[in-house]
């Protein structure tokens, strides 16, 4: 099973700044399988990115996701209000498809 | 438009039973592969099972294995999780989601229901 290893746990930003958050598998996702959330308290996961790096529907280009292998990163060029939430990354190259324990972004 | 909406959800008994019940409108149920995550009170998310279109490929975490039964009706747009044998560890909100895109199975979901809350506690 691949672990997904997330990180900062929580990220303290202001409105307005960069936020960088990293996703690290504990070995190569096969054909970069990998995805986005974003959930709100008491919200449902939201899709962002999927395939390493394809915006979902309607989902605003300051959301960018990259990388490859077992390294992956989503960055939110400037936060928005409403960016301020926890973020999960998600294999599903590989069975059983398993999530990142989540990075939290909160207001500083 | 879409909507997962979830039931079947409520306080059990260590070792009981429960049945979930998720009914889809809005698109084709029967091309899409269904699925089922849950999130532990405070934690992360956890796949549990997916369920071919057709039904005929299931998949299950190895923590619910022997213990869970997805299925699914395509005729009444309805996808289930039969829950035997609980334990205090699958106390979850428990979320039904859709595969991306229709006729394949994608393995990521960009539609969620707001959750059955399961609490197994004596």
């Known amino acids: 099973e691949i672990v997904l290893t997330q990180s900062p746990g929580t990220l303290s930003l202001s409105p307005g700044e960069r936020a960088t958050l990293s996703c690290r598998a504990s070995?190569?996702?096969?054909?970069?399988?990998l995805a986005w959330y974003q959930q709100k308290p008491g919200q449902a996961p939201r899709l962002l990115i999927y395939g390493a790096s394809t915006r979902a529907t309607d989902i605003p280009d300051r959301f960018t996701g990259s990388g490859s292998g077992a390294d992956f990163t989503l960055t939110i060029s400037r936060l928005e209000p409403e960016d301020f939430a926890v973020y999960y990354c998600q294999q599903y190259g590989n069975s059983p498809q398993t999530f990142g324990q989540g990075t939290r972004v909160e207001i500083k | 438009e879409v909507q997962l909406v979830e039931s079947g959800g409520g306080l059990v008994k260590p070792g009981g039973s429960l049945r979930l019940a998720c009914a889809a409108s809005?698109?084709?149920?029967?091309?899409?592969?269904m699925n089922w995550v849950r999130q532990a009170p405070g934690k992360g998310l956890e796949w549990v099972s997916s369920i071919g279109a057709g039904g005929t490929f299931i998949y299950y975490a190895d923590s619910v294995k022997g213990r869970f039964t997805i299925s699914r009706d395509n005729a009444q747009n309805s996808l289930y999780l039969q829950m035997n044998s609980l334990r205090a560890e699958d106390t979850a909100l428990y979320y039904c989601a859709r595969d991306h895109f229709h006729t394949v199975t994608t393995g990521f979901y960009n539609y969620w229901g707001h959750g059955a809350l399961v609490t197994v506690s004596s």
């Open positions: 070995q190569s996702v096969t054909g970069s399988y």
């Open positions: 809005g698109f084709t149920f029967s091309s899409y592969t």
